[in-house]
């Protein structure tokens, strides 16, 4: 009885240490997420500074066209708006994209991780047919000489929970 309650305070303590890394490792990759989005936020706030200054160039040739309306035609004015407009909006548009790039790109890596978090977290297991008679068993065989593959099939349980006996009880 004492012996499996030792078992159980041992595991509850190696699955406590197993949460706390998972909860650092999160905690650290929000770090530097949020380091991510604050770099994003500055492009924004770069982008909404190249925007004011290009609204403000527009103004500016806008009344620039209208002293030189007189000059041209119709025709003229709006092909000249027209490469205005081109000229300002084609880095605004480049800066778009390259946002867009580095957020899916940031969205695949976050995707790539959970993912990576989620397998990490199914491959941790705890044996569970593993019974005090089992240990018992096991170690009795063990010290006879019999190999831990042949134990395993004898007994019907996986090899390494019979190594995970072993371990526990510093044989192997």
Same mark, same amino acid.
């Given at each position: 009885?004492?012996?499996?309650?030792?078992?159980?305070?041992?595991?509850?303590?190696?699955?406590?240490?197993?949460?706390?890394?998972?909860?650092?490792?999160?905690?650290?990759?929000?770090?530097?997420?949020?380091?991510?989005?604050?770099?994003?936020?500055?492009?924004?706030?770069?982008?909404?500074?190249?925007?004011?200054?290009?609204?403000?160039?527009?103004?500016?040739?806008?009344?620039?066209?209208?002293?030189?309306?007189?000059?041209?035609? %119709?025709?003229?004015?709006?092909?000249?708006?027209?490469?205005?407009?081109? %000229?300002?909006?084609?880095?605004?548009?480049?800066?778009?994209?390259?946002?867009?790039?580095?957020?899916?790109?940031?969205?695949?890596?976050?995707?790539?991780?959970?993912?990576?978090?989620?397998?990490?977290?199914?491959?941790?297991?705890?044996?569970?047919?593993?019974?005090?008679? %089992? %240990?018992?068993?096991?170690?009795?065989?063990?010290?006879?000489?019999?190999?831990?593959?042949?134990?395993?099939?004898?007994?019907?349980?996986?090899?390494?929970?019979?190594?995970?006996?072993?371990?526990?009880?510093?044989?192997?």
């Amino acid at each position: 009885m004492q012996f499996s309650q030792f078992n159980i305070e041992y595991i509850v303590v190696v699955m406590a240490g197993i949460i706390l890394y998972l909860l650092y490792y999160v905690y650290a990759k929000d770090a530097s997420y949020t380091r991510n989005i604050r770099s994003v936020a500055s492009v924004v706030e770069e982008m909404n500074r190249e925007l004011f200054y290009l609204k403000k160039n527009l103004t500016e040739t806008q009344g620039s066209i209208k002293e030189n309306s007189q000059r041209m035609n %119709d025709e003229a004015i709006y092909e000249e708006i027209e490469r205005s407009v081109y %000229d300002m909006v084609q880095p605004l548009s480049l800066g778009l994209k390259q946002l867009q790039d580095n957020l899916n790109a940031i969205d695949i890596e976050v995707s790539n991780r959970i993912a990576h978090l989620e397998s990490g977290v199914k491959q941790i297991s705890i044996p569970t047919s593993v019974h005090g008679n %089992d %240990d018992e068993k096991i170690l009795s065989l063990f010290k006879q000489g019999v190999s831990v593959e042949t134990i395993s099939k004898e007994l019907h349980i996986s090899q390494p929970e019979v190594e995970f006996v072993l371990k526990i009880n510093k044989i192997k």
